[in-house]
């Protein structure tokens, strides 16, 4: 039987905590440092009350530690990683490969920032013991398929929902080149949603104040089913920096999808336990998005970007019918319901993207604050980027989570011998023990086995009760004890001698069609995400063969600021693939912000990349 984890984000402990409620088998959260969202760190208190909320549902905690680690803070991270254990975290998701040499007691997935697109990445990466592997997002069905043949010890991950990045993740300094804030050191400024120029060799505009490099969110839930035959078993919504109301939204969605396709298939079973009772209905659409894209699953559709804004523009609603003085009447499409403090939007004739609120909904007839935007015309799209009523239902309690209890009650149970009583007992135990209140529980089935007609106290009950539904005292899970074995230790072999299965089985890899960045026949060139910060990580990496740039945070390399699958050419209809012929342009092309510096582009067309080289 396969296990079918979906995998929600959290900001904080709270949103954890609903993230669970609505459906998620795991949750991946950040602690107090080294995640790749600074924005979006939690003490390890919180992270501790989240393993406890989790353990009755079965649901795992998976901590962020994904940036790159500098060399001074390589012991504050071995420290770190082993509060976690205590506080009964089941994985970290990591990016620096000196994990693999500290002493950390906990499973290791490979965070998407380590540039997870191959099948020999997939082999490595199972060769040295990690569990979970977090697939780049721009993997297609059949390249997933080819990974997970390659390596199907590996449980692999992909995300399914949230905003994207332009760039391979790991593989993105421009935040680093332009702003000194690292992407790898959870900083990311967000160079892809700026406004550019792009610029021809003869010095043209082709494109003016455009976001040329922002992207459409993700959403793949028409095709869940297929990533589950490719080999995907971990769904991930992208989102540690979302608030809660879009995680409840998102999550519950997918939870309601992926039951879909269980309930219906015999060789899948959930990852966690528990019945879910919503009191909405989820619909993605209605949280925050930029349009879908399902972005190169099933190849390049061309549906990618969103070069007009790289703000929030939602779910469509309708046209514009009729206007007048202050309000506007809506064409809206079925099913659609407008609200008091609704926020619409629209794109003008420029393409801009305009907003207004709605102060008063009568049906189709909304009233604004205001008078009528310019530029709304008869016929023009309408779209809701904020959903008052989804809002307001969403921050109140929306969902429940509940585990049937069957209960036998036998002698054995009782800590005491009682009287025997004088009426019928078997009313008031049922009354008592079907009084669960806000455990995770509700009783399914009570089989009242006594040998006698027991007088007991309904306080007594009360504490059987407590003692049959209480979860014990939280502690790391069992499995989770042992480290892994290319790690250093006591009881655990060098990683030079665990990678020598691997550089043994390197003729195999290049029978399944090994390729190299560097061209070589060994692991040399092998790509991996970020670069290296510290001494450990650049022991891992020779003692495989790679070859690593030195991270642009602690030095410098020749690396481009963006290795990209997007591609403008094809955005903009100019694929020579496609097209048979050479752009209609001269290049070499180049972005130009309005501050005047500018970054060249190259097309490499025998990987189907562009990449964004600095200015």
Not at 441 to 452: A, E, G, K, P, V
Not at 494 to 522: I, M, Y
Request: charged share 25%.
């Amino acid at each position: 039987m396969r296990r079918i984890e979906l995998l929600a984000p959290a900001r904080d402990l709270e949103t954890g905590r609903q993230a669970i409620l609505h459906g998620a088998d795991a949750v991946y959260i950040g602690g107090p440092g080294f995640g790749a969202r600074q924005a979006a760190g939690n003490s390890l208190e919180d992270i501790a009350a989240l393993c406890a909320f989790a353990k009755p549902y079965g649901v795992r905690i998976y901590v962020t530690v994904n940036t790159l680690i500098y060399e001074d803070e390589l012991r504050e991270v071995e420290s770190l990683t082993q509060s976690l254990y205590q506080c009964g975290v089941s994985a970290l998701i990591v990016q620096d490969l000196a994990l693999l040499r500290l002493d950390c007691p906990l499973p290791l997935h490979a965070s998407t920032q380590m540039d997870n697109r191959s099948p020999e990445k997939a082999r490595l990466l199972q060769q040295l013991g990690y569990e979970q592997m977090v697939l780049a997002r721009e993997l297609s069905l059949d390249e997933i398929r080819a990974i997970h043949a390659a390596a199907p010890e590996i449980t692999l991950e992909a995300f399914v929902h949230g905003a994207l990045c332009v760039s391979y993740s790991g593989r993105c300094q421009a935040s680093q080149h332009c702003f000194q804030r690292s992407a790898n050191r959870g900083q990311c400024a967000q160079f892809c949603r700026l406004a550019f120029d792009l610029v021809d060799a003869d010095g043209r505009i082709l494109e003016h104040d455009r976001h040329l490099l922002s992207l459409r969110d993700m959403n793949r839930s028409a095709s869940l089913e297929e990533m589950i035959d490719a080999g995907v078993s971990s769904f991930k919504i992208e989102g540690r920096l979302k608030d809660v109301a879009y995680v409840k939204n998102v999550t519950a969605y997918y939870r309601r999808e992926l039951d879909r396709i269980i309930a219906r298939r015999s060789d899948l079973e959930r990852s966690s336990q528990g019945e879910h009772t919503f009191q909405f209905t989820p619909n993605p659409e209605r949280s925050f998005n930029r349009h879908f894209t399902e972005y190169f699953l099933h190849g390049r559709q061309g549906d990618e970007h969103c070069h007009y804004t790289p703000k929030a523009i939602g779910e469509p609603i309708g046209k514009v019918q009729t206007t007048g003085s202050g309000w506007i009447d809506v064409r809206l499409l079925p099913g659609v319901a407008l609200a008091n403090g609704d926020g619409l939007c629209f794109f003008d004739a420029d393409h801009r993207l305009q907003g207004f609120r709605v102060n008063r909904a009568e049906g189709s007839r909304v009233f604004l604050v205001g008078s009528v935007p310019a530029g709304l015309s008869l016929a023009t799209p309408l779209f809701r980027n904020q959903d008052a009523a989804l809002d307001a239902r969403l921050s109140k309690p929306s969902a429940e989570r509940r585990m049937p209890l069957d209960i036998v009650l036998t002698d054995d149970l009782l800590e005491q011998t009682y009287e025997l009583a004088r009426t019928p007992q078997e009313e008031n135990i049922r009354r008592q023990m079907s009084r669960l209140g806000d455990t995770p529980y509700y009783l399914r089935s009570l089989d009242i086995r006594f040998s006698q007609n027991w007088f007991i106290p309904s306080s007594h009950l009360a504490a059987l009760k407590r003692k049959i539904v209480s979860p014990s005292p939280s502690e790391p899970p069992a499995e989770l004890r042992h480290p892994s074995p290319c790690r250093e230790g006591e009881n655990a072999p060098a990683v030079k001698d665990a990678l020598a299965t691997f550089r043994g089985n390197l003729p195999s890899l290049q029978g399944e069609g090994w390729r190299s960045s560097a061209g070589g026949s060994d692991g040399e060139g092998l790509e991996m995400g970020g670069g290296l910060s510290n001494h450990l990580a650049r022991e891992v990496a020779a003692a495989l063969g790679l070859s690593m740039p030195t991270a642009l945070e602690v030095g410098s390399n020749d690396e481009p600021l963006m290795r990209c699958r997007y591609c403008l050419r094809h955005a903009l209809g100019q694929c020579p693939r496609e097209t048979g012929h050479a752009p209609s342009w001269r290049e070499p092309l180049a972005l130009r912000l309005p501050d005047g510096r500018s970054f060249p582009l190259k097309f490499d067309c025998s990987r189907c990349e562009m990449l964004v080289l600095p200015s």
